[in-house]
């Protein structure tokens, strides 16, 4: 630990860079800067520790834990962040503020932060969800979850005064962040409670609700549910429903797709209902490498956010499209635009550009129903003849 003097001196030189509008200080010295945190009211008069915090808050994005007399510090600076919500800034940290503060502005829930050792005990909680990089990683380690179910009620009262969103918009959002990882880490936490998912479930289906991007959050809340669904007790008749219902919302968005019309035409063995993916790769003539340049890849699935994906790369010629819709053309190749006009489209580049891949020496993937190949195999090789 540095000696007093340098601490302080690290803390008033992050406060002014950061007041400057210059703040680089913090990404380069964040390691220095946090530990000294839950210290700052020892090492700055009171003002400057709210400074501080104020500061500290922007740039974390959560609170740092800190002692009883720190608190009103901590407390004050975060109702001096609060008018900056209207500006739209920190969008993804605010349902994380909420349930550590418990209030924003003059919305209040049961739960507003009174003491240090609460926030001591929400932040072990972030943390928790924080060292997760992805969705099915939180599904696949549910201990971590259920052993929080004391923080559910708190929770769900937080969901509640944010209108069940992570931000505090209003209305469609382009950038909505649908996958942020807190905040269903936080939902998750109320699933694995008996005496509240069914609550979460039916406000989050009610059509009222001003969700942004519904249509996705209502496909990864589904996922979640089916992840609990196992664990729930027959006695939850209400929330079984619900479950129901929402796993038949979710079949009917798959079976609308370009994927699952395909899959139907070439009467591939799936099963409806059946979570599956074909991957398609081959390397360009004259090469064996199906898995890197010069290659292409397609693939198609089962999953209505993310119906098929086409990537090209060969030479000057690059391409990637999904759903339709182009992310990069190097080369003005054609896009495919359906799914369904691959075989036709492979035939044309060749035609137009003289690209031409090697199936032979590529792999098509289909999990466990081989069978597939063949089918597959047959419907490319109908548009080349």
Known sequence: MPETNQASEILRVFIADEESGARTFWAMNWNRITPLAGKATDLLPSEEAERFYLCFLRCEGKAPAVPPSALPSLLAAYRNLLPEREKGGYRHHWHVFTFLFGFVEQKTTPGELRDAKTLTERLKLINHLQKFSHLPGMRGKPDGFKAAGMHAPHILDVLRLLGYRSDYGQGENDSYDVVNLT????????????????????????????????????????????????????????????????????????????????????????????????????????????????????EFRADADYDWSLQLNAGQFRLSERDGYLSDNVGGLPSLGRLADFPAWLHGIEKSHGLRFDLAKGRIFCGKKRSAAKLITRWIESGLS
Request: proline share 5%; net charge negative.
């Open 183 to 298: 905040y269903w880490g936080l939902v998750f936490v109320v699933l694995w409670s008996k005496s509240h998912r069914t609550a979460l479930l039916t406000e989050m289906l009610d059509e009222q609700l001003d969700l942004p991007k519904r249509e996705q959050i209502e496909s990864i809340l589904h996922e979640f549910v089916q992840a609990v669904l196992p664990a729930c007790d027959t006695d939850e008749k209400a929330f079984h429903a619900l479950a129901t219902q929402l796993a038949a919302k979710q079949r009917a968005r798959v079976n609308l797709t370009e994927s699952v019309a395909l899959a139907q035409s070439l009467d591939l063995p799936f099963e409806e209902g059946e979570d599956w993916i074909v991957s398609i790769a081959a390397p360009a003539t004259g090469h064996t490498a199906w898995y890197k340049p010069p290659n292409l890849k397609l």
